[in-house]
């Protein structure tokens, strides 16, 4: 549905959530100048888990436990796979966490269940990753 309130009650939350999100998270990245385990630079807080943890939360807040559960249990794998690969401490994953979550807290507001939803698998170059998609209301 692209009606107004679909975009009003979906889209403009997660685009909320997403934008502070990043914003937050890439101000950090620019003002801490933390190295990562690998060496490189801009390692505080964790951009993927951030933004896995914001669309998490939203799940959970917007659907409920059905949707929020999974969603938390694959953003608690990408915050592993950050620390595992070398990409990140433990104190970035969790702080990345705490920023996606907090942004989709506050702008996401509950509805009744998800009626519809896809999981959509992709390969890249150096991984995978799994997309939701679902309509607007």
Known sequence: DTSV????TCAL???KSFV???AITEGLKYSVHE????GSSRSFPSGHTSVAFQSATFLQERYGSEWGIPAYALASLVADSRVHEKEH??????AGGLIGFGASHYFT????????AWIVPSVAHH????????PLD
Request: net charge positive; hydrophobic share 40%.
């Open 5 to 8: 309130t679909g975009v009003q």
């Open 13 to 15: 939350p997660i685009s």
């Open 20 to 22: 502070t999100t990043v």
């Open 35 to 38: 190295t990562r385990p690998n």
């Open 89 to 94: 401490y433990w104190k970035d994953v969790v």
């Open 109 to 116: 507001t509950h509805v009744a269940g998800l009626k519809q």
């Open 127 to 134: 991984g995978m990753s799994l997309s939701l998609w679902a």
